[in-house]
């Protein structure tokens, strides 16, 4: 089968074994709030907070350290190319409750240990939600200072942790800056906590590390649950910031209105940024947060990753579905990634651009329908094979995990 689809590819000028040897050298990076619901180890027993929700109750979720580094091994394990694990604050390992601001590298050690073992990198995210100080939806722009600078001691913290990983597993660790600051009605005052955004994060970034352990980025957001008429850490306030300061901007595809094309963001900033960062996710009428399918966004998304360079984008999954299986959830949209980015390397892109610039619409048009019906999944069957992950019976091992496993869970 994959013999014949080589040829078929062949035919339309595409070389198959290269677009699955470029695939696999694309890294990925897994989220591991998938798999518990952005709880986390502080057994604080603060609920999820911050205009962010994972909705549902499906049995099984990992509750401590033993169980979630399990489920990971076994969702990597069903998983084709090149994995990264994206941690957040919260995920740290002590025997005693740590605060947020006292957080310290050697808490992620056995993160460390469990990247090495997987053959994985690591990235890194301070949480500035689900805890007291941030309950009023105010974090880094806060008008108490007192609360500001807690947060900027805790992101500074973070970023001593995403250096120190970056140092020992020897590639650039991602730390990713989100904060939900925002505001339920209409301000009556939209520059003040911008402007004690911007002071906050310069104060932050004041502190510089060498960019061979960390890479820093912003990611900016539309609104929140409770949060909905204002957003500090805006759009423009975040792109702004970081052709400025020269941070990386990271776009999640749920942090837009519904009908633009976050796809068609991506050829735009490459052209002013070195590298871009992005949070993949499926936003349903909102941001939802549902796990990735192979739609037309995710497709799209891909496509311009992999025709404007992939190695300049930094790709992260970042969902939370609790109403299904996890484990499915989880790595089915990360397969469903990797499937839109094996699709768009199997494109003739450069026939594409002669096409567009020689003004032939009509055939531009027929030849990228004709493309979406070549024997694809004959290619991602062999994919999978190669790179050692199973194919389409990935969700019986799903079934008997959850047997044997998840679904013994009780609480
Ligand atoms: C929230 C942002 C953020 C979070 C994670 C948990 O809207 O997307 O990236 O999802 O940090
Ligand atoms: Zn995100």
Redesign the pocket.
């Known amino acids: 089968m994959y013999n014949e689809a080589q040829k078929r590819y062949r035919e339309a000028g595409v070389d198959t074994e290269e677009a699955m040897k470029k695939c696999a050298s694309i890294p990925v990076a897994l989220h591991c709030w998938q798999g518990d619901d952005v709880t986390g180890f502080e057994n604080s027993g603060e609920a999820l907070s911050g205009g962010i929700q994972a909705t549902g109750n499906y049995p099984g979720k990992a509750r401590n350290p033993a169980e979630l580094m399990a489920d990971l091994d076994f969702t990597f394990s069903l998983i084709p190319g090149k994995k990264r694990l994206n941690l957040h604050a919260v995920y740290g390992v002590s025997s005693s409750p740590v605060e947020r601001d006292r957080i310290l590298p050697e808490h992620f050690d056995p993160w460390l240990e469990w990247a090495k073992k997987n053959n994985a990198g690591i990235d890194f995210n301070p949480t500035l939600f689900s805890h007291p100080k941030a309950a009023d939806g105010l974090t880094l722009s806060h008008p108490d200072k007192d609360i500001r600078n807690f947060w900027i001691r805790h992101v500074n913290a973070s970023r001593k942790i995403s250096a120190y990983i970056g140092e020992k597993q020897g590639n650039p660790c991602l730390d990713n800056i ?1 904060i939900p600051d925002g505001l339920k009605d209409i301000p009556g005052d939209r520059s003040g906590p911008r402007r004690r955004l911007m002071e906050s994060l310069d104060e932050i970034f004041a502190k510089k590390y060498d960019s061979k352990y960390i890479a820093d980025s912003v ?1 900016s957001k539309l609104f929140g649950i409770g949060l909905e008429s204002y957003t500090v850490g805006s759009h423009e306030f975040y792109i702004a910031y970081a052709a400025k300061r020269g941070i990386i901007p990271l776009l ?1 595809n749920g942090h837009f209105h519904p009908t633009e094309n976050v796809s068609d963001k991506v050829s735009a900033l490459l052209l002013f940024f070195d590298r871009l960062a992005l ?1 993949v996710t499926r936003n349903v009428h909102w941001d939802s947060d549902h796990s990735v399918r192979l739609d037309d966004a995710a497709r799209d998304l891909a496509r311009e990753i992999v025709f404007n360079g992939a190695e300049r984008c930094l790709i992260g999954l ?1 969902y939370f579905d609790a109403s299904i299986n996890r484990i499915a959830a989880w790595a089915g949209g990360a397969r469903n990634f990797q499937k839109a980015l094996l699709e768009a390397l199997l494109l003739p892109q450069d026939e594409f651009k002669t096409l567009q610039d020689s003004g032939n619409y009509t055939k531009l048009l027929v030849l990228q329908e004709e493309f979406k019906i070549l024997p694809f999944g004959d290619v991602w069957e062999e994919y999978c094979r190669r790179e050692k992950a199973p194919g389409a019976e990935w969700f019986d091992k799903v079934t008997v995990y959850e047997q044997e496993i998840t679904g013994k869970r009780k609480g």
Do not use: G, I, N
């Open positions: 989100w990611e999640d949070h970042d």
